[in-house]
């Protein structure tokens, strides 16, 4: 069992800045953050890879989100800007326990463990 709880999020004007952060009891596997904007389905924002480091960013956030893991504190981050209103939604960390396949397309089915989110809206 593995959990995950986020926070950082908040309401920000467009064009700003947010650092998204999510704890986690056991930092020793793939980490993802997804975002589910209204009526739309969940998507993956961002993965980090636990075997070999690797960083994957969806489209639509690539050059403007990072994520990075602390280890010393089992703590992931997602470091945002250039915000915008689509960027809107409920923010969720989570991981895959699956040393073989891990988080490896970032894709929503993939993790086994979720936190229960952290809101974020961008005000145009």
């Known amino acids: 069992q593995v959990t995950l709880v986020e926070s950082g999020g908040g309401l920000v004007q467009a064009g700003g800045s947010l650092r998204l952060s999510c704890a986690i009891s056991l930092d020793y596997f793939d980490i993802g953050w997804f975002r589910q904007a209204p009526g739309k389905e969940r998507e993956g924002v961002a993965c980090s890879r636990s075997s070999d480091s690797s960083t994957y960013y969806a489209d639509s956030v690539k050059d403007r989100v990072t994520i990075t893991r602390d280890r010393a504190t089992n703590t992931v981050y997602l470091q945002m800007s250039s915000l915008k209103p689509e960027d809107t939604g409920v923010y969720y960390c989570?991981?895959?326990?699956?040393?073989?396949?891990?988080?490896?397309?970032?894709?929503?089915?993939?993790?086994?463990?979720w936190g229960h989110g952290t809101r974020v809206t961008v005000s145009s």
């Open positions: 989570a991981t895959d326990i699956d040393l073989d396949s891990g988080l490896k397309n970032c894709e929503e089915d993939e993790a086994d463990f």
